[in-house]
C-alpha cells in the first residue's frame, strides 16, 4: 500500500500542468491500474513532435483517436494521416460491450458512444475530398525531390518556374508544366538563355521524361485546380467541436514520397497557426 500511494503520489507530481489538459488514462503498477494516477495531456503542447510506440495490439490507434476525440471536444482541429484505413473509424460512433464497460471503469471513464465531425480527404480516386494542389503552389524545391533531379537539372526546374512567374504563366497540372518544358526545349529556348541562362535540351528532355513517368503513376489525380487551403483543415462546427480531418493515403504507397513532401510542408502551416 505504502508503495502504491508513493507511486501515485510520483505520478500526480508529474503530471501536474497549468491550463487545459487532455486524460488519456491511468498509470499502471504491476500489471494494475492505479485509481488516483491520473495521466494527462497538456494541450498546449500539442503541437509538437511526439511518439506513440507498442506492439501490435497495444493501442496505438486507439490512443490516437482518443486524443483526435478529445482535441474536437477542446474545438481544436485535428489532421490525421491513415495509413491503414483503421483511423477513420472515429467517423462513426463506437459501440458499448462488456470489455469496454469494465474498461471504462478501470479508467474512471463514463463511455458514451459519440460521432465526430470527420472530413475524409482523399488524394487519389478513393472516396472522400478530393485534395489537389497546381504545380506552381508545389513548387521547384519539392517538384525536383520528387523527380529526383540532380543539381544541374533542379536548377533548369527552377529556372523554368521563375520564367513561368515573372510572365504571370500559372502552372495548374502537369500539362501546362509539360508545354512550358517542350516551349523551353524547342521554339522558346534563345528567349529563356537570354534572360535566364543557358538551357541544355539534354537536360529539359531529362525532366520531360521523370515528369511523364510520374503521370503514369498517378500524379494527375493530384496535381490541378480546384486546389485545396491550409485554413480548410482549421474549421469548428456548430457545436464548438473542432474538424477531424482524415486523410486517406491507404492505396499510394507508390506515390507517397509525392504525399507525404506536400503534407509535410501543409502540417507545417498547421503547426504554426496552432501555436
Sequence with gaps: MANEQAF???INAGYTFKGETLKIGRAMLEANVIAGAEIYLPLKTMNRHGLIAGATGTGKTKTLQMISEG????SVPVLLLD???DLSGIAMPGTSNPKVEERSQLLGLN???VQLPVELLSLSSQKGVRLRATV???GPVLLSKILGLNDTQGGVLAMIFKYCDDNKLPLLDLKDFIKVLQYAAEEGKDELEK???RISTTTTGTILIKVIELQQQGA???FGEKSFEVEDLMRINQDGRGMSNVLRVTDLSYFQLLCFSFWQNCM???RKKAI
Design 268 to 270: 507545417l502551416l498547421v
Design 195 to 197: 534572360s535566364y541562362g
Design 8 to 10: 501515485t503520489d510520483a
Design 220 to 222: 494527375d489525380l493530384f
Design 136 to 138: 506552381s503552389e508545389f
Design 71 to 74: 482535441l474536437s471536444d477542446a
Design 83 to 85: 495509413i491503414k484505413g
Design 111 to 113: 463511455y458514451q458512444p
